[in-house]
């Protein structure tokens, strides 16, 4: 079945994905965005999985003021080049996290932070944490969707978060 244009640029605006991506997953799911916008995503998890061990030195370190000022957080983002980190999605995933770091108070980035002998529940984790904005999906997750729309590895290398009086 032929892709119209329209479709293609609907399917691009709500992934963020290539034109020929987004042509070749609406061919193979006959026309249906919906079905097409579920192979984008697969096929950007499983690039998200090949980029893991590429080196990540470039990024940004992003700011979370709560209103009223007495909460706050700064979480350094990393990924491998400066055109990147300047991108509007990757400046929103810092925003986002450094809001869920706020909000949530987690103790460490991952299991891999975790100093041995240490015992931390899950929801202490942040990548471990349900993101705050959409409770379907957790940090690791929407970490590893941004990776498949960006073509870079992400990582989330720290982060503090600092309340007042405490």
Known sequence: MPVSAAQVKELRDKTGAGIMDSKRALEEADGDIAKAEALLNEKGLASAAKKAGRET??????SYIH???????LVELNCETDFVARTEEFEALG?????????????HVDRESVPEGEEVADEQLLSEQEYIRDSSMKIA???????????????????????LGG
């Open 57 to 62: 030195s470039e990024g940004l370190v992003v």
């Open 67 to 73: 209103t009223g000022g007495r909460v706050g957080s």
């Open 95 to 107: 925003r986002n996290l450094a809001m869920q770091v706020a909000a949530m108070s987690p103790l």
């Open 141 to 163: 997750e929407l970490v590893k969707e941004t990776i498949g729309k960006l073509g870079e590895n992400i990582r989330i290398r720290r982060f503090s978060r600092f309340e």
